[in-house]
């Protein structure tokens, strides 16, 4: 499958493809382009689809130009937020994707802070250009917002020794490393429990991450522009890593279709306007194969959504 020689597959490639292939050729939106894997897939999935990439990372750019000058008529690229969705030119989309978070780039990129796989500055920004550095925002977060980034955010059950930690550590030099801010959380903790399978900073590290970048703002604003930009029976994939993540999507994708949003939503089925039909009941997740070849798979649910026909 594509890119998978370097390390970079794209995740549940052939669902996303069977998703969009009964709108070939057509017109899509690769809404988080990272490697270009599901970009790819796309364009050699049918000699006349067309699409239209953009990732927020400038490091992207580069990678974008291979398919550019592979695909010169059929692909382009922007460089930008997918919050700022509503400002693309281009609309009336087959089918828009979104394959959320960070990619195997950015924590191979040691210089980037998002790994503590290597010493690096504490930064995790996607867009180095905008924003403030990991580290600045542990100085400077307030109590509830740190409280949220870690226990929220992170899903981190030890999140009140974290928060503390991080709290005291604040004026010194511990915050601004990745691997001091790792060491850190783990002395917080209490060290690596024997049966632990991941590092007792893993989850720390990933609710800054979101926070750093405003991943879940983004989701929020970008689903409903993204609807508006679908042609009439478009289809809207989303692909999670999370559970808050998959929430909003579930959600969106509920509340378009007409449905409950949530156990505590019960407004009359009347006053639900219904503008899209489910496609996924319950999230697509990758095979038993694809789990083995790429664990970062493991973790992903794969929700579709068709708008209504106009
Ligand atoms: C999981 S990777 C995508 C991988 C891609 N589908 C592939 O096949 O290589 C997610 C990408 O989305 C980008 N991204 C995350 N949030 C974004 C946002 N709000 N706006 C634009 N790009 C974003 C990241 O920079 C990253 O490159």
């Not at 017109?27 to 999935?45: I, N, P, Q, V």
């Not at 409950?260 to 939503?265: L, P, S, Y």
Request: proline share 5%; charged share 30%; net charge neutral.
């Amino acid at each position: 499958m594509t890119g998978e020689g370097q390390g970079h597959a794209p995740v549940l490639c052939d669902e996303v493809l069977e998703a969009f292939a009964e709108r070939f050729p057509g017109r899509f939106l690769d809404a988080t382009f990272g490697g270009g894997g599901h970009s790819r897939a796309l364009l050699e999935g049918d000699p006349a689809n067309r699409v239209v990439a953009l990732d927020r990372d400038p490091a992207a750019s580069p990678r974008a130009e291979a398919l550019q000058a592979a695909f010169p008529e059929r692909f382009s690229f922007h460089d930008m937020n997918f919050a700022g969705l509503e400002q693309l030119e281009e609309a009336d989309f087959s089918g828009v994707l979104f394959d959320f978070g960070v990619s195997s780039f950015h924590f191979d990129e040691a210089g980037r802070g998002f790994s503590f796989r290597e010493d690096a500055p504490l930064d995790m920004r996607m867009n180095p250009r905008e924003g403030r550095p990991a580290w600045h925002f542990l100085e400077s977060a307030d109590h509830r917002e740190l409280v949220r980034v870690v226990r929220e955010y992170g899903e981190e059950p030890r999140w009140r020794k974290i928060v503390a930690a991080i709290e005291a550590a604040r004026g010194g030099s511990r915050l601004r490393r990745t691997l001091s801010f790792a060491e850190l959380v783990e002395t917080a903790v209490g060290g690596r429990r024997p049966q632990e399978r991941i590092h007792p900073a893993t989850r720390t590290f990933q609710g800054v991450r979101i926070a750093v970048n405003a991943e879940l703002e983004a989701i929020e604003t970008a689903l409903p522009a993204a609807f508006a930009k679908l042609a009439g029976g478009g289809r809207l994939a989303a692909i999670s890593f999370h559970s808050l993540e998959d929430r909003i999507v579930k959600r969106f994708f509920r509340r378009m279709a007409g449905k409950a949003e949530h156990a505590g939503d019960h407004r009359p089925e009347q006053l639900r306007a219904r503008r899209a039909r489910l496609l996924t009941r319950r999230p697509i997740e990758a095979g038993e194969a694809e789990r083995r070849r790429n664990p970062r798979s493991r973790s992903a649910k794969l929700r579709i959504l068709e708008k209504e026909a106009a």
